[in-house]
């Protein structure tokens, strides 16, 4: 079977030359940025704002790297509040959760010895402030605060600007808890 690595690699090709503007998430983006952890899915942002043609090109990147990819489940996320898109891989355990977004803060970094893209560390804190708000128990939430320690530990971090998306989404008092 084929190892995750691979299975990354192979993905990446496929987005690289989609002509999507992507992001690496989710786990992968914080093992770059914090601590290795494993993972069974890979999250990736894709750019909705601009680009007329997301859908055609996402459904052919998936479908080039092996993926099950339906458009039903594209056309559900766009219209949904959560656009989130969910694919499993043909050939391995492995699933793709697409998040659909307007726009990407990103950055490059080497994941597997290739140049990849990366929602940047800010972004990413921010996002799994936003989960921690909305999950329940709050036990459950406990990886996604050791990620944001991880990355706060181990990245520079524009801790200002965190600061200011996290009063907007009301996770404050989560940030204040997790950097002391």
């Not at 192979?10 to 914090?34: E, I, K, N, P, Q």
């Not at 499993?88 to 970094?109: L, N, R, V």
């Not at 909305?134 to 320690?149: F, G, L, N, S, V």
């Not at 600007?161 to 404050?172: L, M």
């Amino acid at each position: 079977m084929e190892e995750y690595n691979e299975f990354v690699g192979r993905l990446m090709g496929c987005l690289a030359v989609s002509g999507l503007d992507y992001a690496f998430t989710g786990a992968l983006a914080v093992s770059f940025y914090g601590s290795p952890r494993t993972t069974s899915d890979i999250d990736i942002i894709v750019a909705v704002g601009a680009q007329s043609e997301v859908k055609k090109k996402l459904m052919a990147a998936l479908q080039s790297a092996g993926v099950k990819a339906e458009e039903r489940k594209i056309d559900q996320a766009l219209a949904s509040g959560f656009k989130i898109a969910s694919f499993k891989d043909k050939s391995t355990p492995y699933t793709i959760d697409i998040i659909f977004q307007e726009s990407i803060e990103k950055q490059t970094g080497q994941i597997a010895g290739v140049t990849a893209y990366l929602q940047k560390p800010e972004g990413l804190i921010n996002a799994k402030l936003r989960m921690i708000k909305a999950t329940i128990p709050q036990e459950r939430a406990a990886k996604d605060k050791e990620d944001i320690q991880a990355i706060l530990a181990f990245t520079k971090v524009d801790l200002e600007a965190v600061k200011r998306q996290a009063k907007k989404d009301k996770t404050t008092h989560i940030l204040d808890n997790l950097t002391g």
